[in-house]
């Protein structure tokens, strides 16, 4: 029931694994090993051979490597909060409470800005960041070095941040300081006076549609490049982002009568901590220029290039196993 290409790879597959299982030596001569090529760059150098790391370990590890990041600042400049959670009856879980609603990502941005201050800081006086003149002063040495428009505000709402979680009284921030705010107003209007244009992504041109659902539809193309022009449709009508494709999972999509419709529960708007905790996508079967059904086209090819796709990485894991587990 498989089509041509997917039987053509099982069946290659099939015969280099039983090339491997059957080397030794035959007619004199020793029958050389496949040879796998493994990837020098990418996430499947990362990945562990016979156990693959699920979503869920990947973001808790990520989360833990953060919250480690930000108890470490938070213990240089001797915050309140850390004595307030050494009171509570399990002080390793009300640390692990201190990132509260932010994402790893987000935490780890806002640690970023704050480093580089604090770090400044150390290097000119030997003393932690205290006072609003020390942020200023930091400010005036980056508009030396050169910075963009962005990073006067930037900075500023990561030290607020900074002083917020840290449990610090309201009367020592630096980041409210009037002078302070006075600073980077200053700083936004001469650097955004000269600043070059905002890049911005480019636009989808209305011609490139049609020629995206001629590839979708052509047959003698290859699977890959298929799927990969009915997945550009797709973000197209449904305006996704990379990332929202990226955490689509197939239990949250659903097809029928020609439609297209799902969940995404991890966008750059939804997610844990968010108000919003899932987003539906639609794509009607009107959404189509000039073939009415290269959705469900694409959805065999995509079927066919993971397949393709499938094998392969099993013959990857296979060949990088050890002896005992083949």
Do not use: N
Not at 121 to 147: C, I, N, W
Not at 225 to 252: I, N, P, Q
Not at 298 to 325: D, E, H, I, T, Y
Request: charged letters at 25%; aromatic letters at 8%; hydrophobic letters at 40%.
């Amino acid at each position: 029931m498989a089509t041509p290409a997917v039987q053509a790879i099982t069946e290659a597959v099939s015969s280099q694994l039983k090339s491997r299982e059957q080397g030794g030596p035959s007619s004199g001569s020793r029958q050389q090993p496949t040879v796998v090529v493994i990837p020098k760059v990418g996430r499947m150098k990362r990945i562990c051979v016979g156990r693959r790391q699920t979503e869920e370990e990947a973001q808790d590890a990520e989360e833990e490597k953060v919250l480690k990041a930000l108890l470490a600042e938070l213990e240089m400049v001797g915050a309140p909060v850390l004595e307030k959670a050494a009171e509570a009856a399990d002080p390793a879980r009300a640390r692990r409470a201190l990132s509260g609603k932010y994402r790893p990502s987000t935490v780890r941005r806002y640690l970023a800005y704050w480093q580089g201050f604090r770090k400044w800081t150390l290097s000119v006086s030997d003393v932690p960041p205290k006072v609003s003149t020390q942020l200023v002063d930091y400010f005036h040495a980056r508009e030396e070095e050169g910075m963009g428009p962005s990073v006067p505000l930037s900075v500023q709402k990561a030290v607020a941040w900074f002083e917020t979680l840290a449990g610090f009284e309201q009367s020592q921030w630096m980041s409210s300081d009037p002078f302070v705010g006075l600073v980077v107003r200053d700083l936004l209007r001469k650097l955004e006076s000269g600043a070059p244009p905002r890049k911005r992504a480019p636009r989808m041109l209305t011609c490139f549609i049609p020629a995206l659902e001629e590839i979708v539809m052509d047959a003698a193309k290859s699977h890959c490049m298929r799927a990969g022009a009915w997945m550009k449709l797709v973000k197209v009508w449904a305006s996704l982002r990379f990332d929202d494709m990226a955490h689509m999972r197939t239990e949250m999509i659903s097809t029928y009568e020609g439609k297209f419709a799902g969940l995404m529960k991890r966008t750059k708007t939804t997610g844990a901590g968010k108000r919003v905790k899932e987003l539906p996508f639609f794509i009607s079967e009107e959404a189509w220029i000039a073939h009415p059904s290269w959705l469900e086209e694409g959805l065999k090819s995509l079927g066919c290039a993971l397949g393709v796709a499938s094998s392969w990485w099993s013959l990857w894991v296979r060949a990088q196993a050890p002896q005992s587990m083949r």
